[in-house]
């Protein structure tokens, strides 16, 4: 009997745990990306988004997939919205669209263990996906404005040096 009680327990809280996980996940997202790359060295992605399950859970501990890494998804207080963010440098920083695969815990588990077994991130299915789109970054000019005023300065002292040799002549 004391065997039976036993995994009734262990049922039960498997039961729980996988009701906690959420079903059929909205997302409603919104991005930013830095666009101005004269005075940083790297571009900032910040995603912040909303979490809604068919089945009612809140508060879902959430990771993101960002190239082959996973990072923790910050959550707010009252967990009605999330956040993820990362940098990289503008060198590498590409233009377009990067997809971010989200997952719950039972989702990084099976990422860990993909990842132990040298298997690709994207093996595993996310709970969800989110689009961050970057635009570009704007360097600076082509042509800085210390070398066109010194150019300038130099057509100045050109044109008056010769106006100069001219009148004395």
């Not at 009612?56 to 960002?66: C, D, F, P, Q």
């Not at 377009?96 to 077994?117: C, F, N, P, T, W």
């Not at 070398?147 to 044109?159: E, I, P, R, T």
Request: proline share 4%.
């Amino acid at each position: 009997m004391n065997m039976v009680n036993i995994l009734l327990i262990f049922g039960l809280i498997g039961a729980s745990l996988a009701s906690d996980a959420c079903q059929n996940p909205q997302i409603k997202a919104e991005s930013y990306t830095s666009q101005d790359a004269t005075i940083v060295t790297n571009i900032a992605y910040i995603a912040t988004f909303s979490l809604t399950c068919a089945n009612g859970v809140t508060g879902v501990s959430l990771y993101a997939a960002i190239g082959d890494r996973l990072v923790p998804v910050a959550r707010s207080a009252d967990g009605a919205t999330y956040q993820v963010s990362w940098t990289e440098e503008v060198a590498k920083a590409t233009t377009g669209d990067h997809a971010i695969g989200l997952y719950d815990d039972v989702g990084y588990a099976a990422v860990r263990k993909a990842q132990r077994s040298d298997e690709p991130i994207s093996s595993v299915k996310p709970m969800a996906t989110i689009i961050v789109n970057h635009p570009g970054a704007y360097t600076g000019p082509l042509v800085n404005s210390e070398f066109m005023a010194a150019l300038l300065a130099s057509v100045v002292f050109y044109v008056a040096f010769s106006t100069r040799s001219t009148l004395q002549a």
